[in-house]
């Protein structure tokens, strides 16, 4: 089966006043992603889990106002039950607990492995799924909707600063880039592959570039400053370095701090001799391909069944 395109229904009633969004899981992800809710003021927000001492727990730290912890109810599953819109995720007979999704909007905020920990029950509004390397044919086989948002954001959501692929299949893209700017900034792709393809370039990266600052902050150690004092002036540079960003090239910001036969040049031939730009770019591929690999065995059982 081919790569799906995205679809926009235009005749999705844009009228979100008070709509319900259920999110599902309340670690980082699902947090940062509340609180940017909370902050556009016209969703009620409920939230669910295994646990519902924990989702409450969110609701109170966060000071969620308009908000409330779900408790899910345990159920046995084993078919399709087609009259009430309800796709089973689990084994035949297995035990999972029940969310009610009728005419919400759902935040899939778990692992990808939790997805089939739930009984979906009711056709939903849209599903916005942050699991990564689960495409939107395994969501539609676990998950009636409406429409389907995927999405790859990062962990600048918990600072409301995520950058976020996303692919949209029968989406109101009006409402979606609303819901996704909540949390900070929103790429939309034309094609499935590429929120799979952006975890090079902002799903994974915060933990590399995290890795790079590390090794900046010891080397301002090693050189005579203080940790603390290096470690600020690591920060600020990031914080320069990603302004700048925002009109320059990488390429112009490293040609604005060398100059011929001077220190930074001396680093850059040790980095480029010691292999780091290839390194990085064979990081971002192995996290890609885990991703893709992940979403290819999901995705076998659904085909083997036809």
Known sequence: MGTQKPQVNKKVARDTIMQTIIIVGYGAMARGIADGLRRIGKYHLEMCGRYVSKAQDLIYDLGLENAKAIALESSFSNQRDSSHNTLESTQSNALSLSIDIQDKIVFLCVKPYGLSSFRY????????SVLAGVSVATLQSHISAQAYIRLMPNVGANQLVSATAAFCVNADMEQAQEICESFGSVVFVEDEKLVDASIATSGSSPAFLALIAQALVDSGVRAGLSRKDSLELVGQTFLGVGLMLEHRTPQEIIDMVTTPGGTTIEGLAVLESSGVRGAIMRAC??????????????????????
């Not at 029950?121 to 916005?128: E, H, L």
């Open 285 to 306: 591929q192995a996290s890609v391909y885990k991703a893709t690999s992940t979403q290819t065995a999901q995705d076998s059982p659904s085909k083997e069944s036809k």
């Open 121 to 128: 029950v009711g056709r939903a509004k849209a599903v916005y």
